[in-house]
């Protein structure tokens, strides 16, 4: 058996975090033969929450799961912290607007970033999936100059797995025939779900739908996903959620299969024309524990604009936190 990693959760006791831990404990994320330390992370007010899950967590007995220890304290949650999944974060309020939560939220991962860059891992893998995830991760970056900026991402891999689904679904296929699918940019409306790429048995994906279906439903389908979840469930998306998290990591850390792109919110280094300052989803694939951007795709005139509209909006929250990048 391999020594434990230690993995941090922040928001803990939260919907997506009860999705999450019983995953990451039973070895959905690191595999089978990897013990982990579960670093649990919340506000004060939340840990009687957090206790119960705690006691979950010790009630099922994982044969992986080596400590638990939850906390309010981020510099003790992020101590030795090899994988971080931050999930915690302000949810929007009404009124609020868009600059204001992108500041509320700066408070929490600009302090989370320090207490990484303090005492993580020097290649710590971060996944942000709390919202406004792209600009969070910035944040969080930007608060931990002593690790690499490849050290963060941004959560992407539920919109892609949206994707792949309504097209496996629409050609009556399986998720599985599915590839090549790029959830370009941020985690937002703005989004662009591309099907130029993407394969359907080893087809092209356009050849097998119409291009009206793919602009004017799947496109705003794969967006609107999540406003569609809180609609019918009245919460919003907490399992799916999990479980692109616990996918986003594991190719992180594990890889991706032979010829296989996943969606990874990533930091821009200039590829296809996003200029350095923000985390952008981009088609990766991952080996030996990094990503790489995949590089060479023809992008033509409709997915050039959708990718500028999309970086347009991330380079306006970056502004909007600009003393908190320091
Ligand atoms: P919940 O409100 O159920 O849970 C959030 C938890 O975070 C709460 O228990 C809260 O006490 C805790 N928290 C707040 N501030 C904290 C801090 N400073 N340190 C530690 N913990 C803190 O929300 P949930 O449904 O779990 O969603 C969590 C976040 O994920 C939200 O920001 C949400 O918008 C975002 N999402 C991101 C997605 C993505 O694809 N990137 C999709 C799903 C989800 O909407």
């Known amino acids: 058996m391999k020594a ?68 309010d304290d981020a510099n003790k949650a992020f101590d030795g912290c090899d994988y971080g999944l931050l999930v915690g974060a302000m949810p929007r309020k009404e009124g609020m607007e868009r600059k204001d939560l992108l500041s509320a939220n700066g408070g929490i991962f600009g302090p989370q970033g320090k207490a990484l860059n303090a005492g993580a891992s020097r290649d710590v893998k971060v996944l942000v999936v709390g919202n406004p995830a792209n600009t969070n991760a910035l944040i969080a970056s930007a608060n931990a100059p002593d690790l690499d900026p490849s050290c963060f991402n941004a959560m992407m891999r539920l919109d892609h797995n949206r994707a792949m689904s309504q097209l496996a679904e629409k050609t009556g296929t399986a998720t ?31 050849s097998k739908v119409d291009e009206n279906w793919y602009k004017e439903d799947f496109i705003p389908t794969v967006q ?39 969606s990874m919110g990533v930091p821009a280094d ?49 502004d909007a936190v600009a003393e908190l990048l320091g």
């Open 224 to 262: 609107q996903r999540g406003a569609a979840i809180i609609k019918a469930r009245g919460a919003s998306s907490a399992a799916s959620a999990a479980s692109a998290a616990i996918d986003h990591m594991r190719n992180w850390a594990l890889g991706t299969a032979d010829g296989e792109w996943v």
């Open 4 to 71: 434990p990693v230690t993995v941090t959760v922040t928001g803990a006791a939260g919907q997506i975090g009860y999705a999450l831990l019983f995953r990451i404990a039973s070895g959905d994320m690191l595999g089978k033969d990897q013990p982990v330390n579960l670093n649990l992370l919340e506000i004060t007010p939340a840990l009687g929450a957090l206790e119960g899950v705690c006691m979950e967590l010790n009630d099922c007995a994982f044969p992986l799961l080596n400590a638990i220890n939850p906390t």
């Open 270 to 318: 200039g590829s296809y024309g996003i200029e350095p300052g923000i985390m952008f989803g981009y088609p990766c694939t991952c080996s030996g524990g990094k990503y790489e951007i995949v590089q060479g795709i023809e992008l033509n005139d409709y997915a050039k604009a959708k990718l500028a509209a999309t970086e347009k909006e991330l380079r306006e929250e970056r």
């Open 176 to 206: 599985t025939d599915v590839n090549h699918v790029v959830v370009w940019g941020n985690h937002s409306s703005t989004q662009f779900p591309d099907l130029y790429q993407a394969t359907v048995g080893g087809s092209a994906a356009l």
